[in-house]
């Protein structure tokens, strides 16, 4: 059986086995403002998906990880789909979304149906990375 909701304060361990990049305070806005989610299966937390408000109004999908065990199980696409549809209900009518370019998760984003919308290059030395690529869809 397959469970969607908002990530609680008793997530935390499971979500920084997944999140690594989330400082502590964070963590805790996004159990407050119910801007994450975890998928879990047979009561297992399987993934999660955290977001925020790009420009302050538009819900940018920060972050998408499945267990690596779980995934290629459609984990991910019900997840998206169950934020897509947790955003219109707000009222938000277009998403953004994120990867790098090293990464195969630009193809995931395009099967769900958003489209490349452009992206950016950060080469500032510690900082420096693949380009950043931006994905946006109408909801």
Same mark, same amino acid.
């Given at each position: ?19 690594? &990049? ?55 696409? $019900?997840l ?25 998760a $630009? &193809? ?32």
């Amino acid at each position: 059986m397959t469970e969607i909701r908002y990530v609680k304060k008793e997530d935390e361990p499971f979500w920084y086995r997944l999140d690594k &990049h989330l400082p502590k305070a964070e963590f805790e806005e996004k159990v407050r403002t119910r801007r994450g989610y975890v998928i879990l299966l047979d009561g297992t937390p399987a993934g999660l998906l955290r977001y925020s408000l790009f420009w302050d109004n538009t819900p940018f999908c920060n972050m998408l990880f499945i267990d690596e065990k779980y995934q290629r199980k459609g984990c991910g696409r $019900q997840l998206m789909e169950y934020w897509e549809n947790d955003m219109k209900e707000q009222g938000y009518a277009m998403l953004l979304t994120s990867t790098q370019a090293d990464e195969t998760a $630009q &193809h995931f984003y395009r099967k769900q149906g958003y489209k490349d919308c452009g992206g950016f290059i950060i080469d500032i030395p510690g900082f420096a990375q693949p380009m950043e690529l931006f994905f946006i869809k109408e909801i």
